[in-house]
């Protein structure tokens, strides 16, 4: 008998989870993933950890376990379609190794203020992201060879979504604002959830 793994997602995870900085990886067909230099908003990782948590130590692991407690988040969490607003934290990164889908090519700007219409495609297609650990860069990222799960990503993201779309390349770079509203918005209780 199979049993399926869980994770525990407490308030102090459900803290950081909120704070994850959403960047763009251009590599391949391109895929959300979590800025690698600034998971937390600021280049501190470890500073930015303990603030939450209040303890000096640990924070490479709490950091881990925040990856871990992220894949349940998204499995798990509640969030009703509707327009939502942030404050864009990637105007003030480093954007030389992820991007920002907002950003103009030609001026390097992005808007301060980001206002998005989250739409139940959206919420179905977060629920469905490969994501894992980016060993390379230390942060939870999103599979870009196959951000929805095997197949093709015309393939994964129909199925996601129960049948075909017509505008699925720009339904998926705008999974990047899509995810940062999960993150700072979606409701979730503490406790075990399964991440399998």
Same mark, same amino acid.
């Given at each position: 008998?199979?049993?399926?793994?869980?994770?525990?997602?407490?308030?102090?995870?459900?803290?950081?989870?909120?704070?994850?900085?959403?960047?763009?990886?251009?590599?391949?067909?391109?895929?959300?993933?979590?800025?690698?230099?600034?998971?937390?908003?600021?280049?501190?990782?470890?500073?930015?950890?303990?603030?939450?948590?209040?303890?000096?130590? *640990?924070?490479?692991?709490?950091? &881990?376990?925040?990856?871990?407690?992220?894949?349940?988040?998204?499995?798990?969490?509640?969030?009703?379609?509707? &327009?939502?607003?942030?404050?864009?934290?990637?105007?003030?990164?480093?954007?030389?190794?992820?991007?920002?889908?907002?950003?103009?090519?030609?001026?390097?700007?992005?808007?301060?203020?980001?206002?998005?219409?989250? *739409?139940?495609?959206?919420?179905?297609?977060? &629920?469905?992201?490969?994501?894992?650990?980016?060993?390379?860069? *230390?942060?939870?990222?999103?599979?870009?060879?196959?951000?929805? *799960?095997?197949?093709?990503?015309?393939?994964?993201?129909?199925?996601?979504?129960?049948?075909?779309?017509?505008?699925?390349?720009?339904?998926?770079?705008?999974?990047?604002?899509?995810?940062?509203?999960?993150? &700072?918005?979606?409701?979730?209780?503490?406790?075990?959830?399964?991440?399998?």
């Amino acid at each position: 008998m199979m049993t399926s793994r869980t994770t525990e997602i407490t308030l102090e995870r459900i803290a950081l989870i909120r704070r994850l900085v959403v960047a763009w990886d251009p590599a391949g067909q391109g895929a959300p993933v979590i800025h690698p230099d600034a998971p937390y908003g600021s280049l501190d990782r470890d500073g930015d950890i303990a603030n939450v948590t209040g303890d000096d130590e *640990g924070a490479a692991e709490e950091h &881990r376990a925040v990856g871990e407690a992220l894949v349940a988040f998204l499995r798990h969490a509640e969030l009703k379609p509707g &327009r939502y607003s942030y404050h864009n934290p990637l105007t003030k990164l480093d954007l030389s190794h992820v991007s920002d889908v907002f950003r103009d090519e030609s001026t390097g700007t992005a808007p301060e203020q980001i206002v998005f219409e989250v *739409g139940p495609e959206h919420i179905a297609l977060v &629920r469905r992201l490969a994501i894992g650990w980016d060993e390379g860069r *230390g942060v939870p990222a999103v599979d870009g060879a196959a951000p929805y *799960g095997p197949g093709s990503l015309e393939e994964a993201m129909t199925r996601a979504l129960g049948g075909p779309r017509e505008d699925l390349a720009h339904l998926h770079r705008s999974m990047q604002p899509a995810l940062q509203i999960v993150l &700072r918005s979606a409701d979730i209780a503490p406790g075990d959830y399964a991440v399998t």
